[in-house]
Nanobody
């Protein structure tokens, strides 16, 4: 079992920045792949970013719409994964979810993940 708790969401103006954090517990954090997803009102949950375990080089992947603006990272000493979001746009407004895999690899679909956090709201005003 893995428990995930997100934090860091809030209201920000367009062009601003936020950093989301996801604290994990219950399993060897450094050995599992992690990801961030988001869900806007009336839309399906979509992939944002993923990072592999340290044994897989902490490889990262991003959805095209956030490349160059968002950065996923992990601190294995703190059992925490981060999503640094810069140059935010109103279309980034959504509930952001942290997710954990049962394998060390990256994952780009919701079905790849076994554990989910409760979500944190990000609202970007124009």
């Amino acid at each position: 079992q893995v428990q995930l708790v997100e934090s860091g969401g809030g209201l920000v103006q367009a062009g601003g920045s936020l950093r989301l954090s996801c604290a994990a517990s219950g399993r060897t954090f450094s050995s599992i792949g992690m990801g961030w997803f988001r869900q806007a009102p009336g839309k399906e949950r979509e992939f944002v970013a993923t990072i592999a375990s340290i044994s897989r080089g902490s490889r990262t992947y991003y959805t095209d719409s956030v490349k160059g603006r968002f950065t996923i990272s992990r601190d294995n000493a703190k059992n925490t994964v981060y999503l640094q979001m810069n140059s935010l746009k109103p279309e980034d407004t959504a509930v952001y979810y942290c997710a954990a895999r049962s394998t060390p690899y990256t994952g780009t679909t919701a079905a790849d993940y076994s554990y989910w956090g409760q979500g944190t709201q990000v609202t970007v005003s124009s």
